[in-house]
């Protein structure tokens, strides 16, 4: 196996270094690990407590994988996006490829697939409501109250086809107290941000909460062929919420969410170790597109949430009905050429409804259990055309017979999901526990899905039709025990099932008559399950200045579902999903900790190690075997200032990884798949009574523009001895995000 480099020498990177060992020298010196990721007091770390049980636990009492982060660290850290949060989450990645079409994964679970017939692996839920998947995937991160970062698959308590784990994230509940928050940022390419929240009473019984964010940036990618830059942000959304106490007993929780994007289009961008005779200009720099159209995106998603708890002596009743509704328009140029030989018009209408009931028992009893039921109901469209007008001359038109029409193309799929789930611990001892649990799913799909085009070539083009329905149940059972050794040292282990369900591809096939097309579309490709199996431990000690969590794992998938994107017979472009032969087996480590060695003094470390592989051995992708992030936080009072002042960043580095299996990228494209060095800079400046904040903040300031994505798309810009050349590449990419810096103030009240 070739040895894959930590660094490459540059001026930045040097400087990176240089203090990662400087941090890592001092980290060795108190403590084996660390990471910043809870605030601090006077008296050390502030322990937090999850919900991972269903019940409100201490995080450090918890046998269950997790990274939670408090309030205080979300603000602290500067954790705006997914993309953030990713950074300090061992073996979490999130990659966005437009606001349309983002993904996380847990653990190795990642298809990178967009057909409105597939599911993620990994499921957000939004104060108990799950998000419909893709285009619902980038949240405002900014009125929370933590986020909670479960790994590995949590199919007895959390919902549907959560086989990689699950994002919790809670919001700040409205306050019988007035409160509010008010913050303004500015920062390069004239990016403005405005957002705030105010929350109080409004009866003796009746609180309420509205919070509100605004986004702007100007466009900032050159285009080089047609002028002008591209994407831009506009982005505005609100949540308002009611509280209303009608007993001391019953509580009711009414919300209401909308995002309104009317930002630029995404750029396609391109990287390549040759200039293609037939496009002699193109340019690679990350900050330029070649693409002959900028399109655009107007995006909205509404939500609703209605929770209703009722505490009674047998325990705490729960009811949460949710609502999501996703509608997206976007065109754009697909291949990002000069040419337009590949325009999309997008068109995603997502709509679900979503209802849970349990019932949780007291938590000071030998024996603690919860039951309930969930259904989900949902509707997704994915609609749209791909125009085709392949140059000639080149390898895809040279041996298409059609070279320019149209694809209409559309799938429309219903969901019904129902689902019974119970779990109880036992108290074996004061020290052993033991818990059992078990879900059991009915699923079923049916849809339609077509494919036409503008014109008539029954020989080349095959337009078809099908409609479809297919059902699917599993049993998902888990089996934890945990021993508390020592006050300060939980150890636990755990063996879980999970279960994802099938689906529908609306991408094209290499079938020969639109006969065998429609057959394509109407079957499914088949649920992918695994054994989880997980060793941990939490440790905190030296009076909560040192907290430690690990833990090993190990998950048997059966028939994993993997996508990539291919180039059809038809020479057509599609992501195709399909089950994965044998087992493929994903293990690794996770480590996780914080120590304040000083009372002026916070640092940390999170580290993920992943083999993930496929029966055949070929890894799987998007699935870095390393990844680090090292951080520190300095911060002193200066009495002469009435405040505090605090310098902190951190430091992350991802290995290399691949983007589809089986495929061997160049060195000059995989060189460019590890994450060197993304180190974010903040300083604070906080008034004694907490009143005012004044931040200067920079993210990825050594701007490393690591890929994300990289698809050969070669024959399309190829001529055919370009093309018969073996050490002559062309990919279709996607950048991690560029350098950031600005400043914010922000006001509590």
Known sequence: MRKEKLARSTPNQTIAYTCLVTLATVLSAVTPAANAQNATTSTGIELVTVTAERRTTPLQKTPVAITALTATTIENNRIDTFADLALRVPNLTYTQFSPQES????????????AAGWDDAVTTFIDGVPTTGLGDQNPDLFDLSEIEVLRGPQGTLFGRNVTGGAVVIHTLSPSFDFAGKAQVSYGNYNAVQARGYITGPITDTLAAKLSVDFNHRDAFIKNVTIGGKTDGTDEFDVRGQLLWNVTPDLEVLLGADYLNDNSGGYPSRLIANFKPILFPNLSYDPNTTNQGFNGFQHRQIAGGLARISWTNPIGVLTSITGYRNVNDHFPNSVLGDPDNQLLQIGIVQDKQVTEEVDFTSPSDQQLTWVGGFFYLHSSKLQDGSLIFAFDPATVAGLFSADTHYTQIANQNVTTDSYAIFGEGAYAIT?????TLGARETWERKSGFSMVSYSIVDPAHLFPASAAYSHSWDAFTPKFNLS?????????????????????????????SSSEDVALAFAKPFDPETLWSYEVGEKFVGFDNHLVVNGDLFRADYKKLQTSQLVLLPNHELANITSNAPGTTTVQGVELEATAVPTDWFTMGLTYGYLDAHFADGTRVPYTPRHQINISGDLHW????????????????????????????????????TSWDDIVNLHADYVTDDSEWRVSVWGKNITDDRALLRASNIGVLFQTLPEFLDPNEFLYLVKYYPERTFGVSVTRNF
């Open 103 to 114: 993904y996380l994964s847990i653990r190795g679970t990642l298809i990178n697939n967009n």
């Open 637 to 672: 009072p200066v009495p002469s200032l009435g405040g505090v002042i605090s310098l902190a960043g951190d430091f992350t580095y991802h290995s290399r990884v691949l983007f589809n299996p089986g495929e061997v990228l160049p060195e000059f494209a995989a060189s460019r």
């Open 430 to 434: 004061d020290s052993l526990k033991l």
């Open 483 to 511: 021993y508390q050794a020592t006050d300060d040292l939980l150890l636990y282990v755990s063996v879980t099932r999970g279960f994802k369900s099938g689906g529908y591809d609306l991408s094209g096939t290499g079938a």
